[in-house]
């Protein structure tokens, strides 16, 4: 398998550790075992039906399966494969589904594993590319244009990353409608449904308007428990199957005490999204404010959902190079537009600690300015 490197990943694994101000991360700020503990009022590894330390089922703990089809009506834990963070889940779906010569539609930017894993396997690819001038939301007619005949799949991210742009009902049933009528496999990733910015916005997931399509999720984003490396794949039993049987050559079954706390936190997902959803709508604010402040330096297309905003920047800089000088002479960390192959954008995280946030805003600030 010849694939080109995972960029942002290549990024976090130089720095992700030891910048000052990490602004850079993607998810909500992660709970401590006893946060976690505390809000589910339980021990969550001393449950009722404690688990060793061994292999478990490779399709995931029953429970957990279950739980995990609740929150998708009409369907079963059956219906459900339990992976390895949504990266396992992609990267199972692209595997078992695409071929040499299959034709992919891909929104984009995006987060790379969703167009590179494809064309790796020999895919051919067509960019559906998302406009800053209407705010990154997914344009139905370029997508009706892009699909033609014989489209083997389309992959969509909403909410999304790196703009935080929301999809409607509306769009997310067009595409939905053009995916059956095209006979292509629509794959879904909705790592960050849930974390709305506001009560008036909220993506749907493409479950709710067809039984064929397959959905991914993760307990990493919204749910604030990255650590455990807890995904899902929803979709047709066929696919599942597919998928089930590819993951032996992969990671063969989930962590065992992963999945327990999952489960415990799904059991709990209205105090844990409230948690979530009560820090990204602070910092959201505060960012916000930041960029309003500095309009001189910086512009976006506001985020309506999620903890990551696409920033542009005036500084005629590489973003590499201001990413570069800002991590090692300031101690910010960000994400630099060319990890989403877009240049003159800088992707900032907002989910994680409020005084960390502020203090690498204000240094992003004078750097940028400094530059200008």
Same mark, same amino acid.
């Given at each position: 398998m010849r694939i080109e490197p995972f960029s942002i990943e290549r990024w976090f694994g130089r720095y992700e550790f030891t910048a000052r101000y990490n602004? !850079? @991360?993607?998810?909500?700020?992660? $709970?401590?075992?006893? @946060? +976690?503990? @505390?809000?589910?009022?339980? #021990?969550? +590894? /001393?449950g009722d039906r404690p688990i060793g330390l061994g292999y478990t089922d490779s399709r995931g703990l029953a429970d957990l399966r279950e739980e995990i089809a609740k929150? *998708?009506?009409?369907r079963g834990p059956e219906n459900v494969l339990v992976t390895t963070g949504a990266i396992?889940? =992609? $990267?199972?779906? $692209? &595997? &078992? +589904?695409l071929g040499p010569g299959d034709i992919v539609i891909s929104e984009f930017p995006a987060y790379q594993q969703l167009y590179e894993v494809p064309r790796s396997q020999g895919a051919e690819v067509r960019l559906w590319r998302l406009a800053e001038e209407k705010s990154f939301r997914p344009d139905i007619s370029e997508l009706e244009e892009l699909v033609g005949q014989g489209a083997k799949m389309i992959v969509i991210n909403h909410p999304h990353n790196p703009t935080g742009a929301a999809i409607d009902a509306g769009s997310m049933a067009a595409v939905c409608e053009i995916a059956e009528q095209r006979g292509a496999v629509l794959l879904s990733d909705e790592v960050y449904r849930g974390l709305s910015l506001s009560d008036a916005v909220a993506s749907p997931s493409a479950q709710r308007f067809s039984d064929d399509v397959v959905s991914v999720g993760s307990m990493s984003k919204a749910y604030g428990l990255s650590g455990l490396r807890i995904g899902w794949i929803v979709g047709p039993e066929e696919i599942i199957e597919k998928c089930w049987v +590819? /993951? #032996?050559y992969t990671s063969i079954c989930p962590a065992g005490p992963s999945q327990l706390l999952a489960l415990a &936190?799904? /059991? =709990?997902?209205?105090?844990?999204l409230a948690r979530s959803r009560s820090i990204a709508r602070k910092n959201f604010a505060i960012l916000d404010q930041w960029v309003s402040a500095n309009s001189?330096?910086?512009? *976006? !297309?506001?985020? /309506? @959902?999620?903890?990551?905003? $696409?920033?542009?920047y005036a500084a005629d800089v590489?973003?590499?190079?201001i990413a570069t000088e800002l991590v090692t002479e300031d101690g910010v960390l960000v994400v630099p537009g060319s990890c989403f192959e877009m240049e003159g954008y800088l992707r900032i995280g907002f989910g994680g600690d409020t005084a960390t946030l502020e203090t690498g805003l204000d240094l992003l600030a004078k750097r940028l300015a400094s530059r200008t």
């Open positions: 602004i !850079a @991360e993607s998810c909500v700020k992660p $709970f401590t075992l006893s @946060e +976690l503990a @505390e809000l589910c009022g339980t #021990d969550v +590894l /001393r929150m *998708y009506p009409g396992e889940a =992609n $990267f199972l779906a $692209f &595997a &078992a +589904l +590819l /993951r #032996d &936190a799904l /059991r =709990n997902s209205e105090k844990v001189e330096l910086v512009s *976006y !297309a506001p985020p /309506r @959902e999620g903890v990551v905003a $696409f920033v542009k590489p973003s590499l190079e």
